[in-house]
């Protein structure tokens, strides 16, 4: 099944919405109109009419990820379960759900971030109130045996070995066990490793993370394509409607703040090229500050393909194969960083005081608001040309859904990124982008011959 584990590419409500439909009109930002229902169970309902003749894309959020693994031993649970989720029920014991989906010719997968899993199915409209059956089904009753959960077990084991031999696993294991001393953002979305050989055993403890998690109250559906509105809500409601858990909570640790710079080395045993990576400690998305928008506008600033460090480093000195930032958006206080693929090791130090003297440069008040504006303008129109199909759209919508926690945070998210300012750059970088608050990670790799 297709995963992402740094973050590209979901969802639990966090306010209440009302019981009856609540249209939304198309806005600069999100060009269509939206439905949005939430039934008595708390289950919230996302509909797009979307111009796909014959097509829809049928997306199932739940606000679960590795963020929520905060009992010792126990993780790699979110991800783990994403698997389990296509083990079957009485009504559509395992193979069977794969049949019906494969009959009708549905594209049909699902991958587990740092907050969320997301189940997305996209093909005929003339399926889709089989599918709302089929999937309401597993949601609510799904079944699986004791071997069977084992045998799954061993596949996510083996699929932590297939991501092991690449180096960008042990770069995230090392800078999340480096930059996060208490918040459960210090493990990647797979788990530790020695959680992952332990997961045989943990049969009855899945059962307790499904009936915690996999609640109406903390998913959220999203329909986009060629539907009858009142068709597909009559078949929501009676397949939806009688699933009545409730989901938990649970206490999330608060990483306290970082005081002094921490720093991270990988000697790497097989051949590859070098890494330099700055991360730094930033705030959580959220629609009442600008704190995301800001970030998402911060990393093409300083390492986007117009950024001066970008000429310099990867076109005119080529000292870097590749620059960029793994920033993505967080429920909780999370990273941003700088990160460069260095052509050879001897360009470190060069590329080092680079991505320094372009942080200094910004903290002290120097900024393009050119670019600035520019680096908007091409964000809106980036994310237009990112939704031209019913499944883009319905993943667009779920992605920023699940981060924020209401169905309309693509667009409020994107109107910060319009109202983001110059001087807000340089705010930002004194208060966050410091020596004290900064985690540096540097990966070398084993040469011919073998030394480092």
């Known amino acids: ?26 806005s600069p930002f999100f060009p269509y109109p939206m439905k949005v229902d939430r039934l008595p169970n708390g289950l919230t309902v996302v509909r797009v009419p979307f111009n796909s003749p014959g097509l829809i894309a049928y997306q199932t959020v739940v606000r679960v990820g590795s963020r929520n693994e905060v009992e010792p031993g126990r993780t790699g649970f979110a991800h783990f379960f994403e698997h389990m989720m296509f083990k079957g029920t009485k009504n559509f014991p395992e193979g069977e759900r794969e049949k019906v989906i494969s009959t009708y010719g549905f594209d049909d997968n699902a991958f587990t971030t740092d907050d969320i899993t997301l189940y997305h199915s996209y093909g005929p409209a003339a399926g889709l109130e089989k599918l709302v059956e089929i999937e309401a ?50 493990h990647t979305t797979l788990g530790y490793y020695d959680d992952i050989k332990a997961m045989p055993q943990a049969y009855q403890y899945s059962r307790t993370f499904f009936e915690r998690w996999y609640t109406p109250d903390n998913v959220l559906l999203v329909i986009v394509g060629d539907f009858d509105d009142d068709t597909l809500m009559q078949a929501v409601r009676k397949h939806y409607g009688p699933w009545d858990r409730k989901s938990a909570t649970v206490n999330v640790p608060a990483e306290p703040p970082q005081t002094k710079e921490r720093s991270v080395h990988i000697d790497w045993p097989q051949s590859t090229q070098p890494r330099q990576m700055f991360a730094w400690h930033t705030p959580a998305a959220r629609l009442e500050t600008s704190d995301a928008a800001i970030q998402t506008v911060l990393a093409d600033y300083l390492v986007g393909p117009t950024s001066p460090l970008y000429k310099e480093l990867v076109l005119d000195k080529q000292f870097a194969q590749q620059i960029g930032s793994d920033f993505s958006l967080h429920r909780d206080p999370h990273l941003f960083s700088l990160v460069a693929v260095l052509q050879e090791e001897k360009h470190r130090g060069a590329v080092r005081d680079a991505f320094n003297a372009a942080v200094r440069e910004l903290a002290t008040g120097k900024v393009d608001a050119g670019r600035v504006e520019a680096i908007k303008s091409n964000t809106r129109y980036g994310l237009l040309m990112s939704m031209e199909t019913a499944k883009s759209v319905a993943t667009q919508l779920s992605w920023y859904a699940g981060i924020y926690g209401t169905p309309d945070a693509l ?26 608050n900064r985690t540096q990670l540097t990966l070398t790799p084993k040469k011919a011959g073998g030394q480092n």
């Open 137 to 186: 089904d597993r949601f609510r009753n799904l079944e699986y045996s004791e071997p069977s959960f084992q045998t799954e077990a061993l596949a996510v084991l083996g699929e932590y070995h297939k991501n092991a031999a690449q180096p960008y696993l042990k770069i995230e294991e090392e800078l999340g066990r480096t930059a996060f001393t208490k918040h459960t953002y210090g």
């Open 411 to 436: 667009a409020r998210h994107y109107q910060k990124v319009s109202e983001v300012k110059p001087g807000d750059l340089i705010t930002f970088a004194k208060k966050y982008l410091t020596a004290a």
């Open 1 to 26: 099944m297709q995963r992402r584990f740094i973050p590209l590419l979901l969802l639990l409500l966090a306010v209440a919405l009302p019981a009856a439909a609540a249209e939304q009109a198309a």
